[in-house]
């Protein structure tokens, strides 16, 4: 059963434009989400994260909303650049810490030019 | 430079054999981590451990095993009943109750020939 929902496998966007990534999740324990970002045949890397307490957090052109009534996230990206191109992935820490990350199945960004 | 190391990049196996995946951090972390990547699957937790001598089941443990004799090593066995053993498989380490999650390898192709 999958505790963190990623619903969209891939979104394709114009260099320049936004892009907005969803996460949903289900466990409303948790308290911290994070994104990773991903490119072919590398490990993933942490791009921004979220405490329960906020409802956004900005870093860059990098920003995460957090709707916790809805339990729903979303990524904005703006302006997308193409080598934002990568597989985005959302997620939760399963015991309220940092260990045993729980991950969605990750939606694919494509910024084309 | 700290860091995770994942060796080999690239491992072709024999149907019937046992291989053994190298991941070594340097980044005094205590938790150890094994995800497989597959098409559509996201990440799927195999094995992880919090502390040295001690390691837990993930979501796809069968299969598997595992080792923790040093805290900087974390090597991962994939044996013969693993039905499906091609994947992208990825290290990662973590401080216990970091903000920022996990440090990945950049992992390693394994494909059954």
């Known amino acids: 059963d999958q505790q963190v929902k990623q619903n969209s496998p891939s979104l394709s966007v114009q260099e320049g434009r936004i892009s907005i990534l969803n996460c949903d999740y289900t466990?409303?324990?948790?308290?911290?989400f994070l994104w990773y970002k991903k490119y072919p045949a590398e490990g993933p890397t942490f791009l921004i994260s979220?405490?329960?307490?906020?409802d956004k957090n900005e870093d860059g052109r990098f920003t995460v909303f957090l709707n916790k009534s809805a339990k729903h996230l979303s990524l904005h990206i703006v302006p997308s650049q193409p080598g934002d191109s990568a597989v985005y992935f959302c997620?939760?820490?399963?015991?309220?810490?940092?260990?045993?990350?729980?991950f969605g199945k990750g939606t694919k960004l494509t910024v084309n030019p | 430079d700290g860091g995770i190391t994942q060796s080999p990049k690239y491992l072709f196996r024999k149907e019937g054999q046992n291989v053994t995946l190298s991941c070594e951090q340097n980044l005094n972390h205590d938790a150890m981590y094994w995800y497989r990547q597959d098409p559509g699957q996201g990440l799927r937790l195999i094995y992880y451990?919090?502390?040295?001598?001690?390691?837990q089941k993930g979501d796809i443990a069968e299969g598997y095993s595992v080792s923790r004799e040093k805290k900087e090593s974390f090597p991962l066995t994939v044996t013969s009943a693993q039905k499906n053993p091609t994947a992208f498989y990825l290290c990662?380490?973590?401080?216990?109750?970091?903000?920022?999650?996990?440090?990945f390898g950049s992992g390693t192709r394994l494909t059954v020939v």
């Open positions: 466990n409303s324990m948790f308290d911290y």
């Open positions: 990662a380490s973590s401080i216990i109750w970091t903000a920022y999650g996990y440090t």
């Open positions: 997620a939760a820490p399963s015991q309220g810490g940092s260990e045993k990350l729980v």
């Open positions: 979220i405490s329960s307490i906020k």
């Open positions: 451990s919090q502390i040295v001598n001690d390691f």
